[in-house]
């Protein structure tokens, strides 16, 4: 969390004489990941996919008095597994964002 907080605020204050010396190459790479990105928390089919698969492991994980700790604690880590999924897509995308923002104000 403290990582993709400074990765957000190293791209928000690049300066622009740091960004200049960026290979094209990653920066499109970076940008193309982020559109991506994006395109992918946008799309419905798999945002609702994503949501069944997070309310079925959850109500499986409160009906689970019975089960074993394991158990349970599989289910928790693969609901864990599903948010950090649609969190690091998050990331890319704002990454993106701000990256676009600093190549823009740079005129490059």
């Known amino acids: 969390m403290i990582r993709a907080f400074l ?15 960026l290979p094209e190459d990653r920066v499109q790479q970076a940008l193309m990941r982020g559109r991506r990105s994006a395109t992918l928390l946008a799309d419905e089919t798999l945002s609702e996919a994503f949501a069944e698969i997070e309310a079925k492991l959850s109500a499986e994980w409160r009906d689970s008095a019975s089960l074993s700790q394991d158990k349970r604690e599989v289910l928790f880590h693969q609901v864990a597994a599903l948010q950090s999924i649609r969190a690091q897509l998050k990331r890319w995308s704002e990454d993106a964002v701000y990256l676009a923002d600093r190549i823009e104000k740079a005129g490059r």
């Open 7 to 21: 990765r957000r605020l190293i791209l928000r204050w690049l300066p622009v004489s740091v960004l200049a010396e």
